[in-house]
């Protein structure tokens, strides 16, 4: 098995949440100056809501109260369109929080990202709504961070390299893949959605299969012409299903080769 | 005795949050609180009268063909009950459509007359049926108002949120109109019963080996 779980709990939760947190600023530094300052209220509400959930948990299971879904937030100040009404951030903000983490035990212990649960919510919920479309000034925001995280050694990058060699490889077959304006979101996305050092799968082999299977479902769900944020969500959401079904295969086939060894 | 039963069966054995029977139904027809009082009164009619039947001629059933002749007169009562409801409420059952037909293959109803009217006196078996009804109908109550209020701003078609299109402020939450919704209601309420009643919660069937929990 990997050890990423290993490393993080010995740099500490709060270690991988302020670097990813940190490593978001300059995506949502490309979202305000492209939006304008009205994602700010959004943010706030983003904020504000995921921490409460959190830590409403944590105090009624008396734990050590943390704030580990600020990065929920910042993601979601990016994905989510900026003229959502705010009440509805909320509502689907704390309703995934607790879905995704809380119901688990909290980060760390469930397999969902929460903000990927979040943006699926917020899309099933209000029929209509369209996530953000990211530019490539996002994934150009992106890039430093893939360096910072796989440094800081919170990136699965197994996961995140697998997805982008199958992006390559499914290039043709979908019109998603192709167009210019997907790049924003197939980077941001793989970093901070499907490369998720919680969710990702956990063992090697797994994150690769899991890297792979995220870029054939976003292949497929998005041939029928859906935007590319809405169909990199649904994909990971759906990769995320698998993950631990994936990791669970490795880990028989492996023990099973131990024991004829 | 009667009280204990049906107090029993609202809460520490809830045939929905407590047995997990009946979850089919309970989802599809919890999308208004009309619908799911409805199907409350269907099934416990049903029930009690099932359980009332069985009983009564448990003895003359022969343990090779219970489940037939248990099927067969539930399938009866589904059938006379339905009929109904299409004579004097015609709207209300074709927006129940099929399902209060489907109270023939609801495992709470066949599961009550297998587990306790086959084996036990009319007047228990009659009290049991209306225990296991009323625990039923609780949590499709309950299902139906949330899911009715977030997912069309109504209770009972009574308007509760202002709609957006009616001038009002309130947007439905499409999910809530969802099948998966009403499993996220019944199971949050599973989850804070069972965190309430510690008693409640089962041993665990099937835990981790030693060799999963450990890293590397």
Request: contains cysteine.
């Amino acid at each position: 098995m990997s050890s990423l779980r290993t490393m993080i709990a010995g740099r500490g939760l709060a270690f991988t949440t302020l670097v990813t947190a940190a490593m978001l600023l300059p995506g949502l530094g490309v979202t305000v100056s492209e939006s304008g300052t009205a994602v700010l209220p959004l943010l706030a509400v983003l904020t504000t809501s995921a921490i409460a959930t959190e830590m409403t948990f944590r105090l009624i299971r008396k734990q050590a109260l943390t704030a580990h879904n600020v990065t929920t937030a910042f993601i979601l100040a990016i994905l989510l369109p900026t003229e959502i009404a705010l009440w509805r951030a909320a509502t689907m903000t704390v309703l995934g929080v607790t879905l995704s983490e809380m119901i688990f035990g909290g980060r760390g212990f469930g397999f969902l990202n929460a903000a990927v649960v979040i943006a699926a919510l917020v899309v099933v919920s209000f029929p209509g709504t369209a996530l953000a479309s990211l530019t490539d000034m996002h994934a150009a925001a992106t890039a430093p961070a893939v360096l910072a995280l796989a440094v800081a050694g919170v990136l699965p990058w197994r996961a995140l390299g697998a997805f982008a060699l199958g992006c390559i490889a499914m290039t043709g077959l979908s019109d998603t893949i192709t167009t210019t304006t997907a790049w924003g979101v197939l980077v941001f996305g793989g970093v901070f959605l499907l490369a998720d050092p919680f969710a990702s799968a956990q063992t090697r082999s797994g994150q690769v299969l899991q890297g792979v299977l995220a870029a054939v479902l976003f292949a497929f769900l998005g041939a029928g012409g859906a935007d590319a944020t809405t169909t990199l969500v649904r994909a990971v959401l759906l990769t995320a299903l698998f993950v631990p079904l994936l990791d669970q295969a490795i880990l028989t086939i492996g023990r099973r080769i131990d024991a004829r060894a | 005795m009667a009280m204990r039963e049906i107090r029993s069966a609202l809460i520490t054995n809830n045939p929905v949050t407590q047995q997990i029977l009946g979850i089919c139904s309970a989802l599809a027809v919890s999308t208004s609180v009309a619908t799911a009082l409805t199907m409350s009164m269907a099934l416990t009619a049903v029930l009690c009268t099932s359980n009332v039947i069985i009983s009564s001629i448990r003895h003359h059933i022969p343990p090779s063909i219970r489940l037939i002749v248990q099927i067969t007169i539930i399938a009866s009562l589904v059938i006379v009950t339905d009929q109904i409801l299409q004579a004097y409420a015609f709207e209300l059952s074709r927006q129940l459509s099929i399902f209060v037909g489907l109270i023939v293959t609801n495992c709470l109803v066949l599961g009550r007359a297998e587990a306790f009217a086959s084996r036990n006196p009319v007047g228990p078996s009659a009290i049991d049926g209306l225990a296991n009804a009323l625990g039923y109908s609780l949590i499709l109550l309950l299902v139906g108002t949330v899911r009715e209020v977030l997912g069309q701003g109504t209770w009972f078609a009574m308007t509760v949120f202002p709609l957006a299109s009616n001038g009002g402020w309130f947007e439905p939450i499409g999910l809530m109109t969802l099948a998966p919704s009403a499993y996220f209601v019944i199971g949050f309420l599973i989850w804070a019963i069972r965190s309430k009643r510690r008693d409640l919660v089962e041993r665990t069937g099937y835990g981790l080996r030693r060799e999963e929990l450990s890293d590397d």
